[in-house]
């Protein structure tokens, strides 16, 4: 059984800081990506930043210049750097894996919370 565990979410000031993280665990295909995505209440599921196995990165132009995705592929970890976050951050952030063999698998998700 695969296990996605996120961490480092929070309450944080206008222009403050936060750390995810992402661990998967258990059986499960080589990793082609692993991402981050964010709800907002009221709002679809967003692609905040993805990363491939190549090293590949994307971002939404929303957060581009001021959240950095990484990978540590020895510990199938991911991590989002956020920086100078706005309120509009606010939401709940999840952590994707997509693995060979069309694996799929989605994290319980972080809540960030921005106060202006």
């Known amino acids: 059984q695969v296990q996605l565990v996120e961490s480092g979410g929070g309450l944080v000031q206008a222009g403050g800081s936060l750390r995810l993280s992402c661990a998967a665990s258990?059986?499960?295909?080589?990793?082609?990506?692993m991402g981050w995505y964010r709800q907002a209440p009221g709002k679809q599921r967003e692609l905040v930043a993805v990363?491939?196995?190549?090293?590949?990165?994307d971002y939404a132009d929303s957060v581009r210049g001021r959240f950095t995705i990484s990978r540590d592929n020895a510990k199938n970890t991911v991590y989002l750097q956020m920086n100078s976050l706005k309120p509009e951050d606010t939401a709940v952030y999840y952590c994707?894996?997509?693995?060979?063999?069309?694996?799929?698998?989605w994290g319980r998700g972080t809540q960030v919370t921005v106060s202006s």
């Open positions: 258990g059986r499960f295909f080589s990793i082609e990506t």
């Open positions: 994707k894996l997509r693995t060979l063999r069309l694996g799929l698998y």
């Open positions: 990363t491939s196995s190549s090293g590949v990165t």
